[in-house]
């Protein structure tokens, strides 16, 4: 189901992993402004071991307001590129940075307007950049001024190597099997064949629109031969409001294909699902991908998020980490029409990969500071999660939210640092009797101390860094048979279990 009701941690006794959590929680305290200043990442941290792990990484939410369908590619010349829809469906703009975090204040420029009479003239949606054989391409839908809902899918050109100069050509229309409501076309490439995916309405299928998949033709504005249909929505999930399958993204790894997609109306409903399919296969040949019955990432209540979608993926400024892109609203309750509703911002975070190798998007975040995970030293595929209040190590952490903590100024101040659950915001992590768990702040001063450490370097490893207790100096924070404890360290085995990287 989309929206999956939130027990108390107190509460989650399962056996496994605990279930996503959703409901709402207290606001969260005004000083976690500053946390970004506090995160801070040394270049050297490289996790050891575990296949997936990947530096820490710090962003903060949203990046921009006001921009839906966010697509973002980083370019061979050391810019991050973004276009997104904007709320006057007018015109296609691209701003670029040296960083993801510049793009929030990167000067935008409009590339391309609307016609003022018939075709390519209203709803201009979802455009996206790519860069193909020396050029530059936009993909984006459009409808007609004499008819609004004539949705169909377009391309854009440019031949010089930057794209906010030169002059871009109008390529016209990508011609599908059927000449009816088209949108949201996105291009790959596996093994060196190049493929186009979209959205579009078949006729004698009653759903508002399915994803496609074919070949690229001689030229990036056109397909070639055959056309597989890859989602029909049928799950409840998908089918809230609209039977919407739309906006295909694709992210590689580990020998496999991974296709996410935006699926039921584009208020709180709206939510990612996933295909996937080995990198080896016949990707024309719908028996080899698998759809993942449940969605893959929806609304969070308990982190004001809703109706997170339409998401590209791109990689970290050190590439060592892939970033999900993706649009949301902070509140629920939407009046009138979603599509006139402008308040869509561009967001990033963090995408985890399990250790099966599948991705994890985990839930969308909590505005502000984005969140990290810490992996033990010494068991270098675990982390550090909570479960039932109780705050242990444990590998394969496919809630991956359990293990997301966001670093921020101390409770108690005196340049200490506190750990804030990220699926329970006001949760904190704090020892009680020397054991260490996840609670609500109380608002004492006994919590306060509790839950604040001094941040040093990791007493086994300097890349690393250990928690030192605020009011129990000399205790730091170590795991002792699966569960986190306060104690004092004296051999090398405690300064091994003390030691932590951020993920």
């Not at 270049?43 to 575990?50: F, R, S, Y």
């Not at 469906?89 to 993801?100: H, K, P, Q, S």
């Not at 949606?125 to 993909?139: K, L, M, Q, T």
Request: glycine residues 8%.
């Amino acid at each position: 189901m989309l929206h999956r009701h939130l027990r108390h941690p107190a509460h989650r006794r399962a056996a496994g992993p605990a279930v996503a959590d959703s409901a709402a929680r207290r606001p969260l305290r005004s000083l976690l402004a500053a946390a970004l200043a506090l995160l801070t990442v040394s270049a050297g941290l490289v996790a050891a071991g575990a296949a997936q792990a990947a530096p820490a990484v710090s962003y903060t939410n949203p990046l921009v307001n006001q921009r839906a369908d966010p697509h973002i590619v980083r370019h061979a010349d050391g810019y991050y590129y973004m276009t997104a829809t904007v709320p006057q469906y007018d015109r296609i703009v691209l701003r670029r940075a040296t960083t993801l975090a510049g793009l929030a204040t990167a000067t935008e420029t409009t590339i391309w307007r609307r016609h003022t009479s018939g075709e390519m003239g209203a709803h201009i949606w979802a455009p996206e950049i790519h860069f193909i054989d020396g050029r530059w391409y936009v993909y984006f839908a459009a409808g007609r001024t004499d008819d609004v809902w004539r949705i169909r899918m377009y391309v854009l050109e440019n031949a010089n190597p930057d794209p906010l100069a030169g002059s871009w050509t109008e390529r016209g229309r990508i011609t599908t099997p059927w000449d009816t409501f088209s949108l949201d076309a996105s291009t790959f490439e596996v093994n060196g064949v190049r493929y186009l995916t979209w959205a579009q309405q078949e006729p004698g299928i009653s759903t508002n629109s399915n994803v496609y998949l074919a070949r690229m033709g001689a030229n990036p504005w056109q397909i070639s031969g055959q056309v597989t249909r890859l989602v029909v929505p049928t799950y409840d999930w998908e089918t809230r409001g609209y039977r919407v399958a739309e906006g295909p993204a694709v992210i590689q790894r580990n020998g496999r294909v991974f296709l996410t997609y935006s699926a039921s109306a584009t208020d709180a409903n709206y939510c990612l699902g996933m295909l996937t399919a080995s990198a080896g296969a016949n990707l024309l040949d719908a028996a080899a991908w698998r759809k993942s019955p449940t969605p893959v990432f929806a609304s969070n209540a308990a982190t004001g998020q809703y109706g997170p979608g339409h998401n590209s993926f791109t990689v970290s400024e050190d590439g060592q980490s892939d970033i999900l892109v993706y649009h949301d609203r902070n509140y629920r309750d939407i009046s009138g029409d979603p599509l006139d509703d402008p308040n869509r911002r561009t967001r990033i975070q963090k995408l985890y990969w399990n250790a099966d190798g599948t991705p994890n998007l985990g839930i969308p975040v909590p505005d502000g500071p984005t969140p990290v995970r810490l992996r033990s030293h010494d068991l270098n595929t675990s982390y550090v999660r909570h479960y039932d209040y109780r705050a242990r190590v444990e590998p394969n952490v496919t809630n991956l939210a359990d293990s997301q903590f966001r670093i921020v100024p101390g409770l108690a101040g005196a340049g200490s640092v506190s750990l804030e659950s990220t699926n329970f915001p006001g949760y904190f992590l704090r020892h009680r009797a020397f054991a260490l768990y996840v609670e609500r702040d109380d608002g004492s001063t006994l919590f306060d101390g509790d839950a604040s450490f001094q941040r040093r370097p990791g007493l086994a490893a300097d890349a690393g860094l250990s928690l030192e207790s605020q009011n129990y100096p000399g205790r730091y924070v170590r795991h002792r048979d699966g569960l986190l404890q306060l104690e004092t360290v004296g051999t090398s085995a405690d300064r091994v279990a003390a030691t932590f990287h951020l993920e």
